[in-house]
């Protein structure tokens, strides 16, 4: 069969090629920023100091990069010269931080959107950071726990996966517990009142001033009460706080 014609190559751009400084430190023909895909080019432009017809100093390349990085736009910034039949160009190359795009509340009644909100510093537009967010559910958690709910539970359905962009607190927040009184037993050296006195748990005022229920502060009254016995004296003290619900 007659041969088959030869159709020539894919022509193939070449790859543009990049250099950490300019040797010949000669004035730049322009700026130009890669890697961004959400922030315009003209929003990071503005934040240098460094301009086409001019020859930078490596001070001012390391200033506008201080500067770029200060704005928490980008989690990188590289500067790098691309040679051109014009002359130098200075490249900013950039990795940018990931956003959050909405923040939601689910299950809270007694604690308003607003307080969480401002709470956590989570909103839409701020940088997106798993940790960030694992820290908002703690300290949510703590919230409730402050106000007397020692039994609720913060999830955190979205946002714990760096792929996440939304950020969603699940809010158990469960009975509210009251402390109805405090009982000291065992002791026959020291009066129950003088036990008492500056200890973290106490009873609420006709259940409703104070008294909210903190079990991480059942450690701390255990080891006072032991250090008063101990100042005293009783070295083998042993001291054991439970609760009767």
Same mark, same amino acid.
């Given at each position: 069969g007659a041969p088959r014609p030869q159709t020539a190559p894919p022509t193939r751009r070449p790859t543009p090629v990049y250099r950490d400084v300019d040797p010949a430190g000669s004035a730049i023909v322009d700026v130009v920023v890669e890697g961004n895909t959400t922030i315009q080019d003209y929003h990071i432009l503005r934040k240098l100091t460094v301009r086409p017809g001019r020859a930078p100093s490596p001070t001012q390349v390391?200033?506008? !990069?201080?500067t770029l990085i200060d704005t928490r736009w980008f989690s990188s910034v590289t500067p790098l010269y691309r040679p051109s039949e014009q002359g130098m160009i200075l490249v900013f190359r950039v990795t940018e931080r990931p956003f959050v795009r909405s923040v939601e509340f689910r299950g809270n009644k007694k604690i308003k959107n607003k307080k969480l909100e401002a709470e956590t510093g989570l909103k839409p537009n701020a940088p997106y950071d798993v940790a960030i967010n694992q820290e908002a559910a703690q300290r949510i958690k703590q919230m409730y726990k402050d106000k007397g709910y020692a039994h609720a539970t913060v999830t955190l359905l979205k946002g714990g996966d760096p792929l996440d962009r939304d950020v969603v607190f699940v809010i158990n927040e469960g009975p509210k517990v009251k !402390?109805? $009184? !405090?009982? =000291?037993? &065992?002791?026959s050296f020291v009066r129950d009142a003088v036990?008492? =006195?500056g200890k973290q748990t106490k009873p609420a005022i006709l259940w409703l001033i &104070? &008294?909210?229920f903190?079990?991480? $502060?059942?450690?701390n009254d255990e080891l006072a009460i032991e250090q008063y016995y101990q100042n005293l004296g009783f070295f083998d003290v042993e001291v054991t706080a439970k609760t009767r619900w």
């Open positions: 390391n200033d506008d !990069v201080r !402390v109805n $009184s !405090v009982r =000291i037993e &065992g002791n036990l008492k =006195i &104070g &008294g909210n903190d079990p991480q $502060s059942l450690p």
